[in-house]
């Protein structure tokens, strides 16, 4: 059996596939949904760079080597924790309008990744793959198909829409590491050495005087971004 078949199997345990077993050695000990809780959870405390299989497995109290028969290389366990963190929540899709299903789609979407922050680290051409991010464009293509959407644009709009979430996404996750009070810092010297900076720059240094907290940006642009991809689908 090729490693890709193996992986595969491992993606797709809970929808048909069955887990690769080992030719020989102990049988399974270890559950791979709780070695990707485990490798989940470390990639929300810590990064995605502080994931390794020696991580988990001292966590689990196991050696690195035990866990390869489980998750395979670290390219596969990092596809594996990918797909199980984007787990699709139930929800009632609106019916309303477009821009309101496209909304609630992409909202929570960004919700999933703002929870885990390190998804928005991995480019989107590397896809796990997976059962549950099949779901998510399973989702938003049955979307577009219920207020019929022209075929030849849905390609387009999912790439803009999932690019949109991604991006603010990303921002939010850099917002939230930002030192308020080194920037502030910064700011204030800034402006105490270049006094005529507000004359210089009029408009980019009044911007913040109209939003009520800049870290709910992120959220805002996507929100006006899905509204105005609907406007042009409809319009």
Not at 107 to 115: E, G, K, P, W
Not at 158 to 168: F, K, M, P, Q, S
Not at 217 to 222: D, F, S, T
Request: hydrophobic share 45%; net charge neutral; proline share 5%.
């Amino acid at each position: 059996m090729t490693e890709i078949s193996s992986h595969v199997q491992r993606l797709w345990r809970h929808r048909g596939t069955a887990l690769p077993t080992p030719r020989r050695g102990p049988q399974r000990q270890l559950d791979l949904d709780e070695i990707l809780r485990v490798g989940i959870a470390i990639a929300d405390a810590d990064g995605l760079a502080a994931v390794s299989t020696r991580a988990i497995a001292a966590r689990l109290d196991r050696t690195a080597m035990a866990l390869y028969s489980y998750v395979g290389t670290k390219e596969h366990l990092i596809a594996l924790m990918q797909d199980q963190a984007v787990a699709m929540p139930m929800w009632a899709e609106p019916t309303s309008s477009l821009s309101d299903a496209l909304r609630e789609w992409a909202t929570r979407l960004f919700d999933v990744y703002t929870s885990h922050p390190w998804l928005t680290e991995l480019p989107w051409s590397q896809a796990s793959q997976g059962p549950h991010e099949q779901d998510w464009m399973e989702r938003l293509l049955a979307i577009l198909d219920a207020w019929q959407v022209d075929r030849r644009q849905r390609a387009t709009t999912v790439t803009i829409l999932y690019a949109t979430v991604r991006a603010t996404a990303g921002t939010a996750a850099a917002y939230r590491r930002v030192d308020a009070g080194a920037w502030l810092a910064q700011a204030r010297e800034t402006a105490r050495q270049i006094p005529d900076m507000r004359e210089r720059y009029p408009l980019s240094t009044t911007l913040d005087q109209h939003a009520a907290d800049w870290r709910d940006a992120p959220r805002a642009a996507l929100i006006s971004g899905v509204a105005l991809v609907a406007q042009a689908l409809v319009g």
